[in-house]
């Protein structure tokens, strides 16, 4: 499989355009199971109608769901008057998650978030496959998908993080894209946005009135509202000095970049020194 992908890595505009072989090259077995995985309660049963895209699927019930967890690219949309094009990666995304429905049928089993519905409506569920797997570490794991957790639903965060690693170590899926791959925070342009891993040297943590502040020297930040403070489980003054990478997604404010963190998964820690 990863074969597959080394055969296309220097061409993301081709990998969208051949997203049929792609989906031939993915293993639709489950990897073996991650320990890191709590059981799977409190869940109930349902059937899917359609896969939008990679983490949005519709129930026979009609019921719109984003999955919990996770993040996949974006297909093309619509924000305001401006029409967004399409994400690499984001077809075959949607494309992998409906031949796994096809394969193993529609049925599924739901487990609710702490937080039932996102601020757009959307229901919030893990969601089981037949086969006993779930369909976000299935994503996750042929590199279609990042780990991202947003409070308060956080109890696959660990096994989905662990998942995330293992894709990012095998270079599967988009963690073969430049898009991808780490940059350090000193070499960040105007044209860096949207998702991105940003390495750096913790200079100084900052206060503000509302929120707490990650700073690598004068060329990044990250934000912390203060409300957040409570999934980060070790004071972050313990991370002055080191080296850590940062994911999220890049926004530019004046002449720094910035990020917004909900939670410490977001957070890797490199070295003390």
């Known amino acids: 499989m990863v074969g597959c992908f080394l055969h296309f890595q220097s061409a993301v505009k081709k990998a969208l ?3 049929a072989f792609f989906i031939a090259c ?10 890191a995985c709590p059981e799977f309660i409190d ?41 967004l094009p399409e994400q690499a990666f984001a077809s ?32 919030l ?23 991202f957790t947003t ?24 963690w073969t894209d430049p898009k991808y791959q780490v940059i350090e925070s000193t070499q960040l342009t105007a044209s860096h946005s949207g998702f991105g891993r940003v390495r750096g040297r913790v200079s100084h943590i900052g206060e503000s009135k509302k929120a707490w502040w990650i700073n690598f020297g004068q060329h990044f930040a ?25 994911k999220g997604w890049l926004r530019r404010y004046k002449d720094k970049h910035q990020m917004s963190l909900r939670h410490a998964s977001a957070i890797e820690i490199l070295s003390t020194n």
Do not use: W
Not at 151 to 174: D, H
């Open 17 to 19: 355009i051949q997203g």
């Open 151 to 174: 409070p308060p639903n956080q109890r696959f965060s660990q096994c989905y993080l662990q998942t995330e690693q293992q894709a990012r170590q095998l270079q599967q899926g988009f």
């Open 92 to 123: 075959i995304a949607r494309d992998f998650a409906r031949q796994l429905l096809k394969q193993q049928g529609s049925k599924v089993k739901l487990m609710p978030g702490i937080e039932a519905k996102d601020k757009y409506g959307r229901h």
């Open 43 to 83: 869940s109930k049963s349902a059937r899917i109608a359609y896969i939008h895209d990679g983490d949005t699927v519709h129930l026979s019930d009609k019921r719109k769901v984003r999955l919990i967890g996770i993040d996949t690219p974006e297909l093309a949309r619509r924000r305001g008057k401006q029409q």
């Open 125 to 147: 569920f893990h969601i089981q496959l037949a086969d006993g797997s779930l369909l976000q570490t299935r994503l996750i794991e042929a590199g279609l998908a990042v780990a």
């Open 222 to 246: 990250a934000r912390i509202h203060k409300s957040d403070l409570q999934y980060f489980n070790q004071p972050l003054q313990h991370l002055i000095g080191k080296r850590v990478i940062i």
């Open 26 to 35: 993915f293993n639709l077995q489950p990897a073996a199971a991650n320990t």
